[in-house]
């Protein structure tokens, strides 16, 4: 390993934190033209746009500062910490509120050598820096300004900044690929599963309506049957999840704190199934491809003969059952839950099972389109994270 100058996070820059203006002052908010981050806006490796944007009368009358473009900005405080410590550089100059920390690196530091180092080292840091007894997860700034960092000369962390580049715009193209892809698929699911666009073996497709008028509506529950079966606590426990559908629960990163004791009165689950929170009432309707049992909390439905389940799980995401499902909803905002009665007596619409497949299998090839592409991304990454930690350590030494 070559000899590299060993430093702590504190001397990579001075780092500062943000804050949240009062939201009763709306001078500070409306048709405000200053990005303003949160946690919630750490969606890539570079931030240039923030859902909350703030006015100059905000940054004039509080204690916020600019943070500067290609700075590092990481999340302090956050529930997100309890998996991962979300990273970033500053693409445009912006500010940031009170769960984030950002730095204002030195000259001699590359501010895209300091944020992949953060990456590489996320779980040390979460290990070692995280605050202990908060109820939110937090990192504690006294252990984590003093964390070890490597610090070679400013040439040498631009040269290995621009090796790594080259993984970083492969996975910037993929990533693009990708929602490109999700994009194509919403499109063809609104005409799709409305029939404002059709194979043509099925006739010609419908001009704007709301409903199909030529496909016949049928109730929820004379297509689905509740599956209540219980007794089989040696099958494998599933989680219900909104990204990944029905899954094995031991294959989650994430921890579940939940016993998997006295399971005997899980209900059972079989491949094809659908299970609902009755909490979940935003096309919170998963599909299960795995054989398991869930919390008896669940509703279980089971599809009855003749129907392509596939179709129903891509119809139970649509803009269209959503907006009907909003119908039967019950409750105010934390409180909203679906009633399943009126949700078993809603009229979806039934074409013909042929039609159904086609349908199906369109869509499920834009999702193993989309799940390859998925795959290239995490081998992509997974390249990038052996190359840093060669590279970002000095293991392997570049040439200047």
């Not at 500067?68 to 500053?90: E, H, M, Q, W, Y």
């Not at 937090?138 to 621009?162: M, R």
């Amino acid at each position: 390993m070559s000899i590299w100058k060993k430093g702590l996070l504190r001397d990579a820059g001075q780092w500062i934190g943000g804050l949240t203006p009062t939201m009763a002052n709306r001078q500070f908010w409306d048709n405000g033209i200053i990005p303003w981050a949160s946690p919630k806006d750490f969606r890539g490796s570079v931030i240039s746009k923030t859902k909350c944007m703030l006015t100059t009368k905000a940054l004039d009358e509080t204690n916020l500062k600019y943070i500067p473009k290609d700075s590092v900005i990481v999340v302090f405080r956050s529930g997100i910490l309890r998996n991962r410590f979300p990273v970033a550089t500053t693409g445009v100059p912006l500010t940031i509120n009170q769960d984030i920390k950002a730095c204002l690196v030195s000259k001699n530091v590359n501010p895209y050598f300091l944020a992949d180092y953060l990456r590489l080292n996320e779980s040390s840091i979460l290990r070692d820096c995280a605050k202990v007894g908060t109820t939110v997860e937090s990192i504690d700034l006294e252990a984590f300004l003093n964390f070890p960092i490597p610090l070679p000369e400013k040439k040498v962390q631009d040269c290995i900044i621009g090796l790594l580049s080259t993984w970083d715009r492969a996975i910037e193209q993929t990533e693009r690929l990708i929602a490109a892809k999700r994009r194509r698929k919403q499109g063809l699911m609104q005409q799709l599963l409305t029939g404002k666009r059709r194979f043509k073996e099925f006739g010609k497709p419908l001009s704007n309506s709301d409903k199909v008028n030529d496909w016949p509506y049928i109730k929820v529950k004379a297509l689905f049957g509740i599956r209540s079966t219980k007794g089989n606590p040696n099958l494998p426990v599933l989680s219900v999840t909104q990204d990944q559908g029905v899954v094995l629960r031991s294959s989650l990163e994430r921890k579940i704190n939940m016993s998997d004791a006295n399971t005997g009165g899980y209900k059972l689950v079989e491949p094809g199934d659908f299970v609902i929170s009755l909490r979940s009432f935003q096309g919170g309707l998963e599909y299960s491809t795995v054989r398991g049992i869930v919390s008896p909390a669940y509703y279980v439905i089971s599809p009855k003969d003749p129907i392509c389940s596939s179709f129903y799980k891509h119809f139970f995401k649509s803009k269209w059952f959503v907006k009907h499902l909003a119908a039967v909803i019950i409750g105010i905002r934390d409180g909203k839950q679906v009633n399943y009665s009126d949700f078993a007596s809603m009229k979806i619409p039934c074409p013909s099972l042929e039609q159904q497949q086609k349908i199906a299998d369109c869509l499920d090839s834009c999702d193993r389109e989309t799940e390859v592409l998925c795959q290239k991304l995490d081998t992509l990454k997974e390249q990038k994270k052996g190359l840093m930690q060669q590279l970002l350590t000095g293991k392997v030494s570049v040439k200047v």
